[in-house]
């Protein structure tokens, strides 16, 4: 059980656009190279690297970062690269970023054509192509910061906003960012105490917003950014090359930290479980399901009552429905559940051989998913189906997107959960609830749970869910999102069962 889609947001939010840099008064270019250290919580776990040259009539940036972050024990490399290309008055011409998670390379490329932004993606062996009317207000790095020269910086109490375009949050259209001035302000460094001036960024989506607060020196670059994801701190620092490059002690364990205490052992096979879930610090956002076998009470704004029932088979296979009754984006490939691959069709073939009805279908492909992935480890970042039928390895995300292609390859509607899951002991913790991923197939009229990793095909009241996404690529940021500010602040009882 892993968080991979909580690392992407992690690093969507790191960088999600050029808004660590701010303003001036004249929107005058000026070149700028910067190096930062990045820290999460108490641990350094990597470095950033931001530039922005004018060459050849165009304002060219880039951001890179190397980081590396423990994980159940296992130290996982990240590496991104992303760079923009706009015109002297803020226009967009392209962009394009590489993403290197645990060995798995994701590439994007976009640019500007006839009035639409056309964005090419390629990861393992699926490449896809989209297009998107360009929002004329819509901005990249060069245009963020020439917006901001232009606002100011320096006096307090300034509002205003921009639209921001930005590869990570999704290029359908430009994300909402709310700029505040907090005016000047002290702020500390490696090298000591110095003068700057605070802002504070939120970028806002459909599903919720992430804060940044950022001090800025008298040129408007950033000299430090921090931000919270939920228990999370992260906090980026300038320095010298020398000093950002230098690795650090890794503190935190990413994925043990998260382990929630249930404080009590739940009985097997319950049909049924009621749970209490509190945010420790801040109000509990970032939960909305409900379905047949989840529905939510709120108790505060702080405080949630969740009941969670078994799946009851009798209904499901008495129930109707039609696979057409869902969109489209739960029957067809995208780039991580690529059901169009041969060999992912071969193994949905060879899985569902000789089933004699969907039910029957659905729990092979759960049973064969969790034999095939033969090599059960953490060492995975966030693979494709496609890599997954070729590797053989990872953890629950691998499990429930190579089950969820599968399903599709036999015209079995599906998507997957995220959410937390019990476990009787999880690396040295009992009575656990872990953060997982699995798979929902379309059955009858009705979404219905398989665990592929947990080897579950008739799930109990054994979890919550968080979030469910066709993993179609303009869904994933809003589906992340509210997961990730509940890693670390999240506490979790049982307060009914039978």
């Known amino acids: 059980m892993k968080k991979a889609l909580t ?7 790191l960088f999600p656009a050029p808004l660590h840099l701010a303003a001036e008064k004249k929107a005058e270019f000026r070149p700028m190279d910067r190096w930062y250290e990045v820290y999460l919580g108490e641990s350094k776990v990597g470095f950033a690297h931001s530039t922005m040259k004018l060459v050849e009539g165009e304002v060219r940036s880039e951001s890179i970062f190397e980081m590396r972050i423990k994980r159940a024990g296992q130290v996982i490399e990240m590496k991104v690269a992303e760079r923009t290309s706009e015109s002297p008055d803020g226009k967009i011409i392209g962009f394009s970023g590489e993403t290197l998670m645990a060995g798995i390379p994701i590439l994007k490329k976009g640019w500007v054509e006839n009035g639409e932004i056309v964005v090419r993606e ?20 060069w245009g963020i910061l020439k917006l901001l020269k ?11 906003e921009a639209r921001v375009y930005s590869p990570d949050f999704g290029m359908a259209k430009p994300t909402r960012a709310i700029i505040r001035t907090l005016g000047p302000a002290k702020v500390s460094l490696a090298e000591g105490e110095i003068d700057a001036f605070e802002t504070e960024i939120e970028m806002v989506s459909s599903v919720g917003s992430l804060k940044t607060s950022n001090w800025l020196d008298g040129e408007g670059i950033a000299v430090r950014t921090q931000m919270q994801m939920g228990g999370l701190s992260i906090d980026i620092r300038q ?7 230098a690795e650090g002690e890794l503190k935190e364990d990413f994925l043990l930290d998260s382990v929630i205490s249930l404080g009590s052992e739940l009985p097997p ?20 399901y409900e379905g047949k076998t989840q ?18 088979w009798k209904a499901i296979r008495k129930g109707k429905g039609h696979p057409l009754q869902v969109g489209p984006e739960y029957r067809e490939a995208n780039i991580l559940v690529d059901c169009e691959d041969k060999l992912v069709k071969e193994l949905a073939k060879r899985a569902g051989q000789g089933s004699r009805s969907p039910f029957e279908t659905a729990e092979r492909l759960c049973s064969f998913v969790s034999r ?4 059960k480890n953490f060492s995975v ?6 890599e997954v039928a070729r590797k053989r390895e990872g953890d629950c995300t691998e499990h429930g997107i190579l089950l969820a292609a599968l399903g599709r390859a036999l015209g079995i509607p599906s998507r997957v959960a995220t959410g937390i899951v019990y476990a009787k002991e999880f690396k040295g913790t009992k009575n656990a609830m872990v953060y997982h991923m699995w798979t929902q197939f379309y059955l009858r009229g009705r979404w219905v749970n398989f665990d592929s990793a947990l080897r579950k095909v008739r799930c109990p009241a054994d979890r919550i869910i968080f979030f469910v996404s066709s993993m179609k690529e303009d869904s994933m940021v809003d589906s992340m999102l509210p997961t990730s500010e509940l890693i670390g602040n999240l506490s979790v009882e049982r307060i009914d069962s039978p």
């Open 7 to 13: 690392f992407q947001a992690f690093m969507i939010c």
């Open 122 to 141: 390629k990861q393992f062996l699926r490449e896809t192509t989209k297009r998107y009317p360009l929002d004329p207000q819509g901005k990249m790095t």
């Open 150 to 160: 232009e606002k100011g910086f320096r006096e307090k109490g300034l509002t205003y």
């Open 239 to 245: 320095s010298s090359e020398k000093r950002a490059k």
């Open 269 to 288: 096979m319950a049909p049924r479980n009621v749970f209490r879930l509190r945010a420790k610090n801040g109000n509990l956002t970032g939960i909305a």
């Open 295 to 312: 529905k939510i009470r709120r108790i505060d704004g702080r405080t949630l009552e969740i009941e969670v029932l078994a799946e009851d």
């Open 372 to 375: 095939y992935v033969s090599e």
């Open 381 to 386: 970042g966030f693979a494709s189906a496609s």
